[in-house]
C-alpha cells in the first residue's frame, strides 16, 4: 500500500507570495491533518480535514488555509509569505473508524524556503 | 484544553546507558497516548501506543493515570535509537479525535 505523499519536496519563495502544498493519504483515509515542524517550536498543528470540512485548527492566522476533496487529498495554501513560514509542512492521514486507534501516518513533508 | 509537555529538548546518554524521555500530559478525561519517532531523513512514524502495552525496538511506556505521565524508557540505549520524538495524546471531542503533539526531545546516544 501506497505511503502519505506530499508535493512539492521542496520549495523556495519570497515574501508575500503564496504557496500550496499538496497531500495524497493512504487509500482509504479519510482524515488527514497538516502540521508545521520548526527546530524551535517543534510539531504545531495547523488543520484537520475530515470528508472535506475541517474538523480541526490550529493557532495559526489566517493567511494559513486549506481544503480537502472529495478524492480525501489535500491542499494547504499560505498567502501573503512571512520569513518565519521557512519549516518543514507535514500531512498526516488517518482511518478513522469506530473502534481503531487513532494512529497517524506522516509523509515526507514539504520544506519551505521563504526568502 | 489538553496539554502535552516533554521538558527536555535534548537528552544525550552513553551507548549502554538506561533512558526515559519524559512526557507529561493535561486532561482530565481517558486519554489515548502516542510516542512517534523522527529518525534523520525519514518521516515521522508510530513507535508505540499505551493501549497495545507492547516493546518496540526494546522501548516501553507506561501509562500513569496519577502521575499524568507517560514516560518512554528503554534499560540499554544504542546508537541507532538517536532520533527525535513525539509524545503525542488523542482525545475524544465533540464525537471526532483530536490530537496534540508534545515538542519533542531529541536523543542523542554517544558512541
Known amino acids: 500500500k501506497a505511503g502519505v505523499t506530499q508535493t512539492p519536496r521542496y520549495l523556495i519563495k519570497t515574501r508575500g507570495q503564496q504557496v500550496t502544498l499538496s497531500c495524497s493519504p493512504i487509500?482509504?483515509?479519510?482524515?488527514v491533518s497538516w502540521y508545521q515542524q520548526t527546530p524551535g517550536q517543534g510539531l504545531q498543528f495547523l488543520f484537520e480535514?475530515?470528508?472535506?470540512?475541517?474538523?480541526n485548527k490550529g493557532n495559526f492566522p489566517g493567511r494559513f488555509s486549506g481544503r480537502q476533496f472529495s478524492n480525501s487529498r489535500s491542499e494547504m495554501n499560505v498567502s501573503t509569505l512571512e520569513l518565519g513560514d521557512s519549516a518543514l509542512y507535514l500531512c498526516a492521514s488517518s482511518k478513522i473508524l469506530a473502534g481503531e486507534s487513532y494512529e497517524q501516518y506522516f509523509g515526507p513533508g514539504t520544506r519551505l524556503t521563504v526568502t | 484544553a489538553q496539554r502535552v509537555t516533554q521538558p527536555e529538548k535534548l537528552l544525550s546518554v552513553f551507548k549502554g546507558a538506561p533512558v526515559e524521555l519524559k512526557c507529561n500530559y493535561s486532561?482530565?478525561?481517558?486519554?489515548?497516548l502516542f510516542w512517534y519517532v523522527q529518525y534523520s531523513r525519514q518521516r515521522l512514524q508510530l513507535l508505540l501506543r499505551h493501549i497495545s502495552r507492547e516493546s518496540i525496538k526494546g522501548f516501553t511506556a507506561d501509562l500513569n493515570k496519577g502521575e499524568t505521565s507517560f514516560h518512554l524508557k528503554k534499560p540499554f540505549a544504542q546508537e541507532e535509537d538517536s532520533a527525535m520524538y513525539y509524545c503525542?495524546?488523542?482525545?475524544?471531542?465533540?464525537?471526532?479525535?483530536?490530537?496534540?503533539f508534545g515538542t519533542g526531545t531529541k536523543l542523542q546516544v554517544i558512541p
Open positions: 487509500s482509504g483515509h479519510r482524515s
Open positions: 486532561y482530565s478525561g481517558s486519554p489515548e
Open positions: 480535514y475530515f470528508s472535506e470540512t475541517q474538523r
Open positions: 503525542a495524546l488523542s482525545v475524544n471531542s465533540g464525537g471526532y479525535q483530536k490530537v496534540t
